[in-house]
């Protein structure tokens, strides 16, 4: 079982106290799926070189299964479920100039190496398939310990980000501004909210 330990520690001037408490968090075993309804897959960048466009995908999927020595994750969204109801940048986001929906209906990841750090950073190391092209990528963030909602059932957490350049995945539409700026930043930063519960619940 793969788990780290986080101490803190404090100390009165006056009686010369210390206190340390101890936390351990491990990643699960067995089978687990994605609760779509409280999880989330979002993007930002930075547009027109003044403020950063944030969307999100509302249709996302994915399992986790983890063992004594490995864990494996999966996970897939809707690219026609982007968070976007403005009928002219709909229509551009999943022409072909970004994500080609017609052509590419689904953005999957598949991950085989979790790692969890001695400083309690969740490393997590997987294809990234956009656009029908696949990048291998490492995404940092946090894991939480199973624990138990008021029907008994048992939810646990994953949380990611990481950044990513557009281009790489054939993402190249761009337009030129005054004064040197881009409409649209090639670096994409990629935050992921993952809640799951066991599969068979």
Not at 34 to 54: E, L, M, N, Q
Request: aromatic share 8%; hydrophobic share 35%.
């Amino acid at each position: 079982m793969i788990q780290i330990e986080q101490q803190s520690g404090y100390a009165t001037t006056a009686k010369e106290i210390h206190m340390t408490t101890t936390t351990s968090v491990q990643l699960p075993t067995g089978t687990w799926a994605i609760d779509p309804v409280h999880s989330s897959a979002a993007f930002r960048v930075k547009h027109f070189g003044v403020s950063t466009f944030r969307s999100s995908f509302a249709d996302l999927s994915g399992t986790y299964v983890g063992h004594d020595e490995h864990a494996h994750l999966s996970g897939a969204v809707t690219v026609d479920s982007i968070a976007v109801t403005q009928p002219d940048l709909r229509g551009h986001l999943l022409s072909p100039d970004f994500f080609d929906v017609g052509n590419h209906p689904s953005i999957t990841f598949e991950a085989s190496k979790l790692t969890l750090g001695e400083n309690g950073v969740l490393s997590v190391e997987g294809d990234l398939t956009i656009n029908g092209v696949t990048k291998t990528l490492v995404a940092t963030g946090t894991a939480t310990e199973p624990g138990a909602d008021f029907r008994g059932i048992e939810h646990f957490g994953i949380n990611l980000e990481t950044t990513i350049d557009r281009t790489a995945y054939g993402v190249t539409w761009q337009a030129e501004l005054p004064g040197g700026k881009v409409a649209v930043e090639n670096d994409v930063t990629l935050e992921v909210s993952l809640e799951f519960t066991p599969a068979e619940a």
